[in-house]
Nanobody
């Protein structure tokens, strides 16, 4: 089975930094675009950042210049370095794997990790 396990969430003051990690199953990680999504209270889940197997990245406008997504393919781990955190970054952050499947894709999700930014 595919399992994505997030870690690194916590409480931080505005302006601070936090690094999230997501460990994934090797067979999925090796061929998947990985991503981070977040869901704030009362809001829909939204894209934060994605990274392809080859390292191409994409970011939501709200986090550009502050967050950096990266992956270590040898460790089957994707990271989200979050700097200059704002209270509006408070959310549950979810790791995602987008696996190609016959021209389409199959999505997997972690359980999420809470990030709280105090003002």
């Amino acid at each position: 089975q595919v399992q994505l396990v997030e870690s690194g969430g916590g409480l931080v003051q505005a302006g601070g930094s936090l690094r999230l990690s997501c460990l994934a199953s090797r067979n999925v990680f090796s061929i998947s675009t990985m991503g981070w999504y977040r869901q704030a209270p009362g809001k829909q889940r939204e894209l934060v950042a994605t990274i392809t197997r080859g390292g191409s990245t994409n970011y939501a406008d709200s986090v550009k210049g502050r967050f950096t997504i990266s992956r270590d393919n040898a460790k089957n781990t994707v990271y989200l370095q979050m700097n200059s955190l704002k209270p509006e970054d408070t959310a549950v952050y979810y790791c995602n794997a987008d696996r190609p499947l016959s021209g389409s894709s199959l999505l997997y999700w972690g359980q999420g990790t809470q990030v709280t930014v105090s003002s």
